[in-house]
């Protein structure tokens, strides 16, 4: 019994002593948990605020911040699982747009902030440097503007900070050198301006400086060699200049050097790749330094981009046999070689190089012939650049192993021969380029086999024959050069189905024939040149089809007609010749209603008539009219006749007008005269008088009856007589009555007037009965 009591003394001492505790930690706890959850509140507050200035969600990701769930679950959200307080936000490549709310500031446990990929705009709040939890702050590749915020210096436990691909401006604040664990520093593509501050010395943690692509001037300063953990430095393109720190090329943990497009001179070291064992790529092109490739890049077995183009090194190109990694190798525009017969030796130790994928080394002095085992190089190798310098003999067949090849140029060399039609198996080819050469013999038929083509140069060499036909099956090319060869036949047809094509440039050989209205299936065709040839015929008026043309050289052919209107359509052209044909007719004035037309000229034909006077006419530094002898007007400048010829007709065409109203006029009178005329005589007629006798109610007497009633003229009968007649009285038997009857003697001179005046006397008097015979 006793035994009971003891456990069960125990059993209330534990039972006791676990109440006390549990009351005392409720009432220590409790205020407590009404903090943190006043906190947590504070950043579901704030990421609402955060979504207010959200104006554009096209992915709706924002979708599920709503009171459904609990703002740790809401997409991109991360909190602390004890404290239930957000620890990061990413939102990185949503495409969301607005501005960045300065309500962030209050996320005080916040440890990664990524925005990066969005269409965020508007300043960088100052309030984000509150936030001394922040490790990551990834803002890069929005529209943001302004300066970077000074009071970044409070996030003291930054690390990585990315603000590429914005719209800054301003100096790089000096406050940011003071953050001692930052390890990415990353502003490239911005348009930040000044120098590199000294004070970039203290960034102890540093391994990863990019500030390429602003406006950043001035020198490298010494302290950088201070940053020991310091692997990746890009600095290009800028407008730094003078020389590298010698120090730099002792800083064996770098692993990437980029100073591209920048003004840096001197030469590089010796030894560079001996104290940069580590150097994976280098990049120094487009800058000023002089002098010969270190010699102990034969040891770089890391290197696999090394791209110095665009410079000014020289001397021969080192054995790179032991560069087996590397990816790129860019010389080009530099003086390298001294056009011998051995500049191209170092090509053999790249066959070593398995991974290479792309070869340039255009534009220097390199020599000699082009040897075979470039067709041993990697068949990974993609594009090779071989123009612009000496190199002789024809192009080995070999090359034709290069079957991963998209692009080749080998323009503007001294090769010869043909086309080799191993080159038929570059079945990936995008653009070849073999332009200012010396080659000859026929376009090769196999070359519709590229179908992936879109740039084909083979212009300024010696080819002969015809454009093949199937050139049709390269459907995807959008630049064609075939000028300065012999080439005769006409432009087939099948040129004109290349839908494609954006430049087409077939001048300076001996093509004829007519243009075909096909032409203008060419809907994407911006310069077009057929000059000098052996063209015929009309310019064809489907020209004006070609919408997108700028340019157009027709010079130096044998066209002729009209210059056609339907170029009025082509309402982007720049440039346009018509120069040396013998095209008749007059200027279109449609012509001068062309905004854009900068160049015109139409000299050496047979052109008539005004020349306009608007538009590009206006400008005679950008017209030519010579040579046109029967053009005139247009503007003082270009010395013109005045166009009296037009002046006198229009003088002849206001007379032909006066004229014809004059005619008009009296011939409108003429008629209402006779109208009124014949409205008169009408009139009269319906009255009888004796100005108007009716001849038939006249009494008619017979000769015979005359004759009897007078006794035959009886001088008994012989009442009067007078220098033109005789009067006797006689009767007549019808009307049994004495008249007086006279006969003229019409043999006398004057007795018809005599009669006519008698009867003019007789139609006065009141004479009742005439009669006649």
């Known amino acids: 019994m006793k035994h009971f009591y003891l456990m069960l003394l125990a059993f209330w001492f534990v039972y006791v002593h676990l109440f006390f505790l549990f009351t005392l930690n409720t009432l220590w706890l409790s205020p407590n948990m009404s903090a943190f959850a006043s906190r947590n509140e504070v950043d579901h507050l704030t990421l609402l605020k955060f979504r207010e200035s ?48 300065p309500h962030v500031g209050n996320l005080s446990y916040i440890k990664s902030f990524i925005l990066a990929n969005n269409s965020f705009y508007g300043n960088i709040p100052q309030e984000l440097g509150r936030l001394s939890q922040l490790q990551i702050l990834s803002i890069g590749n929005n529209s943001l503007v302004g300066e970077i915020p000074t009071n970044l210096t ?225 068949t990974q190798l993609n594009v090779l650049y071989l123009g612009g310098n000496q190199i002789s003999g024809e192009i080995p067949a070999e090359s034709g192993n290069l079957i991963n090849l998209i692009l080749l140029t080998m323009e503007n060399n001294y090769f010869e021969g043909f086309v080799p039609s191993a080159f038929g198996k570059f079945q990936k080819m995008q653009v070849l380029e073999l332009g200012g050469n010396n080659l000859s013999g026929d376009i090769p038929a196999f070359i519709g086999n590229l179908s992936q083509l879109f740039h084909l140069g083979i212009g300024e060499n010696m080819l002969e024959g015809i454009i093949p036909r199937s050139i049709e099956n390269c459907q995807m090319l959008q630049y064609l050069k075939l000028s300065q060869n012999r080439l005769r036949g006409t432009i087939p047809l099948e040129i004109f189905n290349l839908s494609s094509l954006t430049n087409l440039n077939l001048s300076q050989n001996s093509l004829s024939g007519s243009m075909s209205e096909e032409v203008g299936r060419l809907k994407h065709i911006s310069s077009l040149d057929v000059s000098s040839n052996n063209l015929s015929g009309d310019i064809p008026g489907m020209i004006g089809e070609c919408l997108m043309l700028e340019y157009l050289y027709l010079r130096e052919n044998s066209f002729q007609g009209f210059i056609p209107t339907s170029l009025a359509s082509l309402k982007g052209l720049r440039k346009l010749d018509l120069s040396q044909n013998r095209l008749s007719g007059t200027i279109p004035n449609v012509l001068q209603n062309i905004s854009t037309l900068e160049y015109l000229n ?172």
């Open 54 to 101: 959200i104006s554009s969600d096209p992915y709706g990701i924002l979708l599920s911040w709503n009171t459904s769930a609990h703002f740790c679950n809401w997409h991109g959200i991360t909190c602390n699982p004890m404290l239930q307080r957000v620890t990061k936000i990413n939102l990185r490549g949503y495409n969301l747009k607005g501005s960045i709310s």
């Open 154 to 378: 409070g996030c003291v436990q930054l690390k990585i900070l990315h603000l590429n691909g914005n719209n800054l401006i301003g100096k790089i604040p000096i406050q940011i050198f003071s953050l001692q664990k930052l390890q990415y520093f990353l502003v490239v593509r911005n348009q930040l301006t000044g120098g590199i501050s000294s004070f970039i010395g203290n960034l102890s943690s540093l391994t990863y400086l990019q500030v390429g692509g602003n406006n950043l001037v001035g020198d490298i300063p010494q302290e950088i060699c201070h940053l020991k953990s310091l692997t990746t430095i890009v600095i290009g393109p800028n407008r730094l200049s003078g020389t590298f720190p010698s120090c730099l090329y002792n800083m064996s943990s770098l692993t990437a050097i980029s100073a591209t497009v920048n003004q840096f001179n001197g030469s590089l070291p010796p030894n560079m790749f001996h104290t940069l064992p580590n150097l994976q790529e280098v990049g120094f092109g487009g800058n000023q330094f002089s002098g010969p490739i270190p010699p102990s890049i034969i040891n770089a077995s890391f290197l696999t981009i090394f791209d110095i183009s665009v410079n000014h090194f020289s001397g021969q190109v080192s054995s790179l046999g032991k560069v087996q990694n590397l990816f790129l190798l860019n010389l080009s525009e530099n003086n390298l070689g001294d056009n011998s017969t051995n500049d191209l030796d170092f090509l053999k130790s790249l066959t070593n190089c398995s991974k290479l994928n792309v070869l340039s080394i255009s534009y220097n002095n390199f020599g000699g012939h082009l040897p075979n085992l470039l067709g041993n190089l990697s």
């Open 602 to 773: 139409v000299s050496f034909n047979m052109l008539n008539g005004e020349v306009p006077t608007e538009g590009v006419f206006q400008n005679a530094s950008e017209l030519v009219v010579t040579g046109n002898s029967k053009l005139c007007g247009g503007i003082p400048e270009l010395h013109l006749p005045p166009c009296l010829v037009k002046g006198n007709k229009l003088v002849e065409h206001h007379k032909f007008r006066l004229i014809a109203v004059i005619v008009s006029v009296l011939a409108f009178l003429l008629i209402l005269s006779i109208i009124l005329t014949i409205y008169c005589m009408r009139k009269r007629s319906k009255k009888p008088s004796l100005d108007s006798p009716i001849i038939d109610q006249l009494a008619k007497v017979s000769y015979q009856s005359l004759h009897n009633g007078t006794d035959g003229f009886s001088t008994a009968n012989l009442i009067g007589s007078g220098n033109f007649s005789f009067v006797y009285k006689g009767t007549l038997e019808s009307e049994d009555k004495v008249v007086a009857i006279k006969v003229l003697n019409l043999q006398r001179k004057g007795a018809h007037k005599s009669f006519i005046a008698e009867c003019n006397a007789l139609k006065i008097l009141n004479i009742d009965i005439l009669f006649r015979f």
